[in-house]
């Protein structure tokens, strides 16, 4: 069993910062990618940023957010700069090993003035 703890989240008005962090604890063997997905109301989960073979952003976020790993830890943080108020949504952080996805239990961040 792995599981993943969020940390970070938060109310910040419009251009400000937040940065997330993502622990993996439990069973882990060899995490092949690790990253972040968000979902706001009465919307589907997205992709934000994700670490793996290579660096993904979704188009609305590059520039403002970036994703990292620290691989000793299992730890990975999503920093993110110039924030909009359509950012606003819960993030939850994801885990690939061994072929299965592993999610966190989320974690709100509001941008509103």
């Known amino acids: 069993q792995v599981q993943l703890v969020e940390s970070g989240g938060g109310l910040v008005q419009p251009g400000g910062s937040l940065r997330l962090s993502c622990a993996a604890s439990?069973?882990?063997?060899?995490?092949?990618?690790m990253g972040w997905y968000r979902q706001a109301p009465g919307k589907q989960r997205e992709l934000v940023a994700t670490?793996?073979?290579?660096?993904n952003y979704a188009d609305s976020v590059k520039g403002r957010f970036t994703i990292s790993r620290d691989n000793a830890k299992n730890t990975v943080y999503l920093q993110m700069n110039s924030l909009k108020p359509e950012d606003t949504a819960v993030y939850y952080c994801n885990a690939v090993m061994l072929g299965f996805n592993y999610w966190g239990q989320g974690t709100q961040v509001t941008v509103s003035s």
């Open positions: 439990g069973s882990i063997f060899s995490i092949y990618a």
């Open positions: 670490s793996g073979g290579s660096i």
